[in-house]
């Protein structure tokens, strides 16, 4: 049998670990919003030498651009980066199918007329 001070006790721990928690997620916040503001302004402070040069540097800058062709690699990055989602979401899937499978191996121990079809642990049919 448990003391009620016991259980006080436990009850302060609890709110002392939640409160340092919350005092953790809010540093973390902080620093990730400092950053973002100190990019911001590295960004910022990267284009004030463009904007006030010459016309002949801005047109020099338009042609090295225009030869890069930003829309091409933007969409290569952004492929690419679809395939890799893609990828690893069907991991996941595969990994959650093999879990679930475990069980599903278990309950049908127990009932012999009922099957997954022969498919393999990962859900895929068998070749």
Not at 76 to 81: D, E, L, N, P, T
Not at 93 to 118: C, H, N, P, V, W
């Amino acid at each position: 049998m448990t003391n009620k001070s016991d259980d006080v006790e436990l009850a302060k721990l609890y709110v002392s670990a939640q409160r340092f928690d919350a005092i953790i997620d809010l540093i973390k916040h902080l620093i990730s919003v400092c950053g973002g503001v100190f990019a911001i302004y590295i960004i910022f402070q990267g284009l004030i030498p463009f904007l006030t040069a010459s016309p002949d540097v801005l047109s020099a800058m338009a042609l090295v651009i225009e030869k890069i062709n930003f829309s091409n690699t933007i969409g290569y990055i952004v492929g690419a980066g679809g395939i890799i989602a893609a990828a690893l979401e069907r991991k996941g899937k595969k990994r959650a199918i093999k879990e679930k499978g475990k069980f599903q191996k278990m309950l049908e121990s127990a009932d012999e007329y009922r099957s997954t079809s022969r498919l393999t642990e990962t859900g895929d049919t068998p070749k």
